[in-house]
C-alpha cells in the first residue's frame, strides 16, 4: 500500500528549529490538508516527503519503505508548486511531458547506446504522446498542447501544473498551495476540479494551505500546525466541532 508515514520528523535550518518532531499516518487514497498560518512549517515539510530537502531527524516511508536518501525522481511522487515552475520556452505538451522524458533519458543514460537508438524508442515516444493527450483531455488543456506558459492565463498554467504532475501516474500527490495565485471564484473551480481529481485517481492527495475553509471542504482529515508541530489531526467536523486546543479553534474559527 503507498500510504505515507512521517515519524518523528524534525528539520533546523541554522540555528532556527523549523519542525520539531511532526508524525503523521496518512492512508493509501486518503486526502490530507496541511494547514497552519504562514512560516508555520508546511512547506519544508512537504519538501521533505517530496525528498526535495532532507530532514535533520526522522523517517519518511512510503509504501511502508524507508525513503531517507532515496532521490525525489524516485519516489513516485508528484509535487505541485505555488508558483506552477513551467519552462517558459517549452510548448504545454512538451512541459506536460517533461517527467517522462526525464525517465526516459535516465533509462537511455543507463545503457551504453544513445536513448533515441534503443530499441522501441519510437514506440516509446508515441506512449509518452498518448498520455499528453490523455493528462491534457483530463484536465480540459487539449486545445492548448502547443502553446507556450507566456499565452496562458494563470488558471491554464495551473492545469498544466497539474498535467505534468498527472502523467508519472504518482501513489502521491503533494499540493503547495496550488490555488494561491488565482482569483476567487477560479479558486472555487479548481478547488472543485482537483477534488474530482482525487475521486477518480484514488490517490493519495497532501494538500498544502493556509485557508482553512479550503481545507474543511476537500479534505479527509485535516492537520493544524503550528510553529513546526502539528497540533490537531483529525475529520473537518472533529476539528471545527471539538478542536483540541485553543490555538486550533482559532485558527479554524470555531464557535467558541
Ligand atoms: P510555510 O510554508 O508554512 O509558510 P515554510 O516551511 O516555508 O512555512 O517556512 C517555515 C520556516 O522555515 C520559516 O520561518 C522560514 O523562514 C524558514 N525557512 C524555510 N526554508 C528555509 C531555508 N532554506 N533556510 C532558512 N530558513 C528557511
Ligand atoms: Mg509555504
Known amino acids: 500500500m503507498a500510504?505515507?508515514?512521517?515519524?518523528?520528523?524534525?528539520?533546523?535550518?541554522?540555528?532556527?528549529?523549523?519542525?520539531?518532531g511532526i508524525s503523521l499516518d496518512i492512508a493509501d487514497g486518503e486526502f490530507v490538508s496541511l494547514v497552519g498560518p504562514s512560516g508555520c512549517g508546511k512547506s519544508t515539510l512537504l519538501r521533505i516527503i517530496a525528498g526535495l530537502e532532507a530532514q535533520s531527524s526522522g523517517e519518511v516511508l512510503i509504501g511502508g519503505e524507508d525513503v531517507t536518501g532515496v532521490r525525489a525522481s524516485d519516489r513516485n511522487l508528484s509535487m505541485v508548486f505555488q508558483s506552477y515552475a513551467l519552462y517558459p520556452h517549452l510548448t504545454v505538451g512538451e512541459n506536460i511531458a517533461v517527467p517522462l522524458r526525464m525517465r526516459q533519458l535516465t533509462a537511455a543514460q543507463r545503457l551504453p547506446v544513445i536513448g533515441s537508438l534503443m530499441p522501441g524508442a519510437r514506440a516509446r515516444g508515441r506512449e509518452i504522446a498518448g498520455a499528453v493527450s490523455e493528462a491534457a483531455r483530463t484536465l480540459d488543456i487539449d486545445g492548448l498542447l502547443e502553446r507556450k506558459p507566456g499565452q496562458l492565463s494563470g488558471g491554464q498554467r495551473q492545469r498544466v501544473a497539474l498535467g505534468r504532475a498527472l502523467v508519472r501516474e504518482p501513489a502521491a500527490f503533494l499540493l503547495d498551495e496550488p490555488l494561491s495565485n488565482l482569483d476567487a471564484k477560479l479558486r472555487v473551480h479548481t478547488r472543485a476540479e482537483i477534488a474530482e481529481l482525487h475521486r477518480q485517481l484514488r490517490a493519495t492527495f497532501v494538500y498544502v494551505t493556509h485557508d482553512q475553509v479550503e481545507a474543511m471542504t476537500m479534505s479527509d482529515r485535516i492537520a493544524v500546525m503550528m510553529g513546526g508541530e502539528i497540533l490537531q489531526c483529525a475529520a473537518p467536523g472533529v476539528v471545527y466541532d471539538d478542536p483540541e486546543d485553543l490555538r486550533v479553534a482559532e485558527f479554524i474559527g470555531s464557535p467558541k
Open 3 to 20: 500510504g505515507l508515514i512521517l515519524r518523528q520528523i524534525a528539520k533546523t535550518f541554522g540555528e532556527t528549529r523549523v519542525l520539531r
